[in-house]
């Protein structure tokens, strides 16, 4: 099949929501659909990425499946879906924040009775930076919640999106009876789900059908005329716009009810855009070039305890992958024979014989790549958009046995290059400080230095309250490094950083070097 076909029937997409909207049970209910039965199970078992530190110990323990369930790949009518998990943990944030760069659309869940949430305030602000096309699930309607039209005015407001409702409930909560579908004229009523079977209500045809009447006695009518009214007073579905990120599709369901999901993914095969290319510092690749190219957005260190080994996820932005290509590392300037790259296809890590644009591999390594790192058939190229936020919370390690200082800046450098910490080396001193966007980080970073590199350490307060990349002429550079040493650091990738020990420091310093530039993200 042609490349270009290929990559057509690809859709890469993540799901953006609030912890406890529904995103793992949408998760596993469109999988149910895609016939990867086999998934729902564990998926389930990454709730506990949510949980306490000991629930997420577990987890990784049971990494075989955490990984293999980041990216999940299955078939749907026409398309090719590819599913990339993002951590619901907020501690996890920044690495949310680097999936929703490798994906083409993204999945907004939203609870009906909680609305609009702040997690998902955050995260569709990452989606508005790409102008990333959102569809939107509003989740249990089988309890009580926000009435629709309400809600949908929130989310207008709220994200400044137009709503464009695809398919409307009848009812909510115990008169929950099931959605209409605007566009096909069809009313599904509701069923309970049964089981882990996706059920399926009686599909009735024509909004004035009188089995309506009949099955849903004098809501039918009331049907009629909110449906009238939601005509009137809400956006049509525009195919552009929605493209364009300014208007979202909006489906109402059940999820753990199986219920409206099947409407949604019939949206989704229709309307979200296949692949698209991405911009290099030099130029854009588009999708549909012979040439394979990539980006890393995702590192996840020590899969297999057993072989030190470390998985890097590249998103395929052009050409087709083949078992045994030699491909270009571009920011060592190597070429590497890619042999053993794994493929997530139905939650079995296999390998992978060919992949297409919007398809994520997994690549074997042990260090050598990197977050943000790019792929080419040779050219020189470098993917941008992958960004680097400034943590928030920072602590010193502390060694209980000076003499594993070695060890532990390995295993620090190393976990921080799955993206989750930052790595912050100061100028004047021997400290290592480490950068996190959660307090989870420091307790899960501590247990994995123990188990991964048998070096026991504790993580202490630092004065260090934030931190900005140093952007500039050189030789203001150079100038400021020397006059500010004690809150300069360079972090991982020996960029310079100022470590401010308060925020009124930092402003401070910004109108003291006004030809400098401070950065609260760097793009890897
Ligand atoms: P998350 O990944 O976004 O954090 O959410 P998750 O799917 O784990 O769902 C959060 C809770 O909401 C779960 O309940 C889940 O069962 C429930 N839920 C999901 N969809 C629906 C729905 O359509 N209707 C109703 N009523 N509940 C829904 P839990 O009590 O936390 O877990 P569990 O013990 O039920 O698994």
């Avoid at 016939?35 to 990454?46: D, L, N, P, T, Y």
């Avoid at 299955?74 to 998990?85: G, W």
């Avoid at 030190?308 to 087709?320: E, H, L, T």
């Avoid at 053993?340 to 390998?351: G, S, V």
């Amino acid at each position: 099949m042609s490349l270009q076909l290929e990559s057509s029937k690809r859709r890469t997409f993540a799901i953006i929501s609030h912890p406890d909207a529904g995103k793992t049970t949408v998760t596993e209910k469109l999988l149910l659909y895609g016939g990867a039965i086999q998934m729902a199970g564990a998926v389930k078992s990454r709730k506990t990425d949510r949980g306490a530190t000991s629930d997420w110990m577990k987890m990784e323990q049971e990494r075989g499946i955490s990984v293999a369930s980041s990216v999940m790949q299955f078939p749907y009518k026409n398309v090719m879906i590819n599913l990339l998990d993002t951590p619901g943990h907020e501690d996890f944030s920044e690495d949310t924040y680097r999936v929703l760069t490798a994906v083409d659309s993204a999945l907004m869940v939203i609870d009906v009775a909680k609305g609009v949430e702040d997690r998902t305030i955050k995260l569709m602000e990452v989606c508005r930076l790409r102008t990333t096309p959102i569809l939107t699930f509003i989740n249990k309607l089988d309890r009580e919640g926000k009435e629709p039209i309400d809600l949908l005015d929130e989310v207008e407001d709220v994200l400044k999106i137009a709503c464009a409702p695809m398919t409307w409930p009848i009812g909510m909560g115990k008169r929950f009876k099931g959605i209409y579908h605007l566009y096909n004229d069809t009313v599904r009523l509701f069923a309970a789900a049964d089981g882990q079977r996706a059920t399926e209500g009686e599909l009735i045809e024509g909004l004035d059908n009188p089995r309506l009447d009949e099955l849903l006695g004098s809501q039918a009518e009331e049907l009629r005329e909110e449906v009238d009214l939601v005509r009137g007073a809400s956006h049509e579905f525009d195919l552009e716009l929605f493209l364009a990120g300014e208007l979202t599709p909006v489906f109402f369901g059940s999820a753990v009810n199986n219920f409206g999901l099947q409407e949604l993914l019939d949206g989704f095969e229709m309307y979200a855009p296949a692949p698209k290319g991405r911009e290099t510092e030099s130029r854009f690749v588009d999708a549909n070039e012979e040439k394979l190219t990539g980006f890393v957005f995702k590192i996840q260190a020590n899969m297999d305890p057993a072989h030190r080994d470390r998985v890097a996820f590249m998103r395929i932005v052009s050409g087709k992958y083949e078992s045994g290509m030699k491909l270009k590392h571009v920011r060592i300037g190597k070429d590497v024979k890619i042999a053993k790259a794994i493929t997530f296809l139905a939650n079995k890590r296999e390998q992978a014989e060919v992949a297409y644009p919007g398809d994520i591999i997994g690549l074997h390594n042990h260090g050598t790549i990197k977050i943000g790192d790019t792929f080419t058939q040779g050219e020189e190229l470098k993917f941008t958009g992958i960004p680097n936020f400034a943590p928030e919370l920072f602590r010193r390690a502390q060694l209980k046995d000076p003499m594993k200082m070695k060890a532990l800046q390995k295993g620090l450098t190393q976990l921080s290059e799955e993206g989750a910490t930052q790595l912050f080396r100061p100028v004047n001193n021997n400290d290592l400080i480490l950068g996190a966007v959660g307090i989870l980080q420091f307790e899960v970073v501590a247990q994995r230095l123990k188990d991964e590199y048998n070096v026991t350490c504790m993580f202490e307060p630092v004065n260090v309250n934030t931190a900005r990349w140093v952007i500039g002429p050189k030789a203001e550079i150079e100038k400021f490094t020397a006059k500010v040493r004690e809150n300069v650091a360079y972090d991982a990738a020996d960029q310079l950083v100022y470590i401010a020990p308060t925020r009124v420091n930092l402003n401070l310093t910004e109108e003291r070097w006004p030809e400098l530039q401070f950065v609260a993200t760097r793009e890897h």
